[in-house]
């Protein structure tokens, strides 16, 4: 049975680039799928489930921001790494993209060689959190998603499992704000029908429960996580 060392969705509205990255990549043992905008690599993501996108930024349809966005809402795909690949120098497009979710950030003209090293770098990356203990660490708390449990001040806190998913969402990405409808998404998935009060419910449980208000809760947005 052939190994490959990674799936890998290249998205770019240029045909050149994109099958000059797919050969060389093709080259390392990479199983290569490819899109040409927003609309497509988000179909294409669901079907071929990559380990990693190259994503293009300036692409018709549906551009690379608002592509990752939907993107990083896809349950199956919240943990697939994306880095941009884009002509453009000003730095607004980068802050923008890892804002937005991305986890690397490469212009063109793209050097093989480096692109290949950057690629394997955040695969071992990806791997090594696999194999290791998920655990998120701010002070004197430490959520561990491995074991499912909580704990502030070495003392357990008791979660119930809606009230640990949510907790680990937040923390997982500490100053983002997350949205009410992706929370609800993520936490509870499309088959359940709940209210928006079931969130502050929760994040008030949540609260209560650890002693700090660690949860920050954005007028008419959402919530994000911070902590002192």
């Not at 294409?44 to 293009?56: E, G, S, V």
């Not at 480096?114 to 959190?129: E, F, M």
Request: hydrophobic share 40%; charged share 35%; proline share 4%.
């Amino acid at each position: 049975m052939e190994v490959f060392p990674g799936k890998i969705l290249i998205v770019d509205d240029e045909p050149d680039i994109v099958e000059f990255i797919s050969y060389n990549l093709k080259n390392k043992g990479y199983l290569i799928a490819t899109a040409g905008d927003g609309v497509e690599a988000i179909r294409k993501a669901k079907d071929f489930r990559p380990d990693l996108i190259l994503l293009d930024i300036m692409m018709p349809k549906k551009d690379g921001i608002e592509t990752i966005r939907e993107l990083k809402q896809m349950p199956d795909l919240e943990d697939t790494i994306i880095i941009f690949l884009t002509a453009l120098s000003d730095e607004k497009y980068e802050i923008d993209g890892l804002k937005a979710g991305a986890d690397d950030y490469i212009a063109k003209p793209i050097k093989p060689e480096l692109l290949a090293t950057r690629i394997a770098s955040a695969l071992r990356r990806l791997r090594k959190d696999d194999i290791e203990e998920q655990k998120l660490v701010f002070g004197e708390l430490e959520i561990n998603k491995t074991k499912f449990s909580v704990y502030y001040k070495g003392e357990e806190i008791l979660l119930a499992k809606k009230e640990f998913e949510l907790l680990s969402l937040l923390a997982s990405k500490p100053g983002r704000v997350f949205l009410r409808n992706e929370i609800l998404q993520r936490v509870w998935g499309t088959d359940v029908i709940v209210g928006d009060r079931t969130i502050d419910v929760h994040i008030r449980k949540i609260r209560q429960k650890v002693g700090i208000d660690l949860i920050t809760t954005v007028k008419g947005v959402g919530y994000k996580f911070e902590m002192d």
